[in-house]
């Protein structure tokens, strides 16, 4: 392996185990009679449930918007103009699906850009074949 | 001084993010999803949109009782007069998926405050685009719990005898607030109350004052890319 791959491969390893949530509790996928009913209840909560969580108190900033942001958020709504999905689909794409290192962890328009290309695959509009062709595609366009 | 602790950027190429949505946006219109008409007539509607229309039905209910018994009972019918159509906002055809617009009157012993703890559910066509700090973890995470421990982190004390009441917004159900109008604005038109009804007053997270025209400055996060004619 030629050195420089060596250290991208490193540090994405290096990364990903940085982004594994910290449990205070052993798991492994356990059978059924070790789950009560209020682990279950507290496996069934949703990432994007945060309200009444605590939080350190941090200092309030407006941010400029970027360029992919804006053409983001004009995309999903033009998909949604134009019947590919609706409100209740965007909303469990966009926040329950993605799990708690995901939703805490992107940008808020790179989750909706992610559930925008997650439901043209999904639905079958695109394949991932295309997806990927036309990533590396534009990826050449900035070379 | 504090930019010197900001850490560098860490994006020093096109991003993925970049990529990724000119890769969705061009393969959406090549299938014919939507078209390239569509969303430029979107963005244009998007960079349209602002607090001004919401600023204006608060400076009518200040000076029209009738207008602000309307306003608080059916906010919906209260919008179109200040030119807001819930079912039709962009006035081409939308997906609007909110259509109940509820109008929350400040008064001297109740102060509201507006959050949505679930996602970022915002009245984006009366009130614009949502600001950052709205769609944190951290504004929804405390505002319920800590309330005016927030609002004080946006200069704003709220009297001990003065309750706070949160609005957890959502999908279909979006909220402003209607604030007191403050002292010295009597003779006012309504242009000029509209003036001083800032955005986050209509938040919550401030008060209109006769001197005050614009939201209080606060940091603000560059851009890599901004938006075009920012």
């Known amino acids: 392996m030629p050195s420089d791959t060596r250290q991208k491969v490193l540090r994405h390893i290096d990364i990903v185990g940085q982004l594994q949530p910290a449990l205070h509790q052993p798991q492994h996928a356990p059978l059924p009679t070790e789950i009560d009913n209020a682990h279950y209840r507290a496996y069934m909560r949703t990432s994007h449930d945060v309200g009444g969580e605590p939080d350190v108190t941090i200092q309030w900033h407006e941010k400029e918007e970027e360029q992919w942001e804006l053409n983001t958020y004009v995309t999903c709504e033009c998909l949604a103009w134009r019947g590919v999905w609706n409100a209740e689909e965007r909303r469990r794409r966009q926040n329950v699906d993605l799990g708690q290192t995901q939703y805490l962890g992107l940008p808020y328009y790179g989750r909706w850009l992610l559930s925008a290309a997650r439901i043209m695959v999904d639905k079958q509009h695109i394949t991932l074949t295309e997806l990927m062709n036309k990533i590396d595609e534009v990826k050449k366009r900035y070379e | ?230």
């Open chain 2, 1 to 230: 001084m504090a930019d010197k602790h900001k850490p560098a950027p860490m994006v020093d190429e096109v991003s993925d993010f970049e990529v990724l949505e000119v890769a969705v946006r061009e393969l959406a219109i090549e299938k014919g999803l939507f078209s390239a008409e569509d969303h430029r007539r979107f963005a244009e509607f998007a960079h349209s949109i602002g607090p001004l229309p919401a600023a204006r039905l608060v400076a009518k209910s200040w000076l029209d009782p009738e207008f602000k018994k309307l306003a608080l009972e059916d906010g919906f019918t209260a919008s179109k007069e200040v030119g807001i159509d819930w079912l039709n906002p962009t006035g081409f055809g939308t997906p609007s998926d909110y259509c109940d617009l509820r109008v929350l009157e400040n008064t001297p012993s109740v102060h509201h405050v507006v959050v949505c703890t679930l996602c970022s559910c915002y009245p984006r066509p009366i009130l614009g685009h949502s600001p950052e700090w709205y769609r944190t973890p951290n504004y929804r995470r405390r505002l319920v719990r800590w309330p005016r421990q927030v609002l004080s982190e946006f200069g704003l004390q709220i009297p001990s005898d003065v309750e706070v009441r949160v609005e957890d917004s959502n999908q279909k159900c979006r909220f402003m607030v209607m604030p007191m109008r403050p002292e010295g604005t009597e003779d006012w038109s309504e242009d000029q109350l509209a003036e001083i009804v800032t955005r986050d007053c209509m938040l919550g997270v401030a008060l209109p004052h006769p001197d005050r025209k614009a939201d209080d400055k606060r940091p603000v996060h560059k851009a890599a890319n901004p938006v075009h004619g920012h």
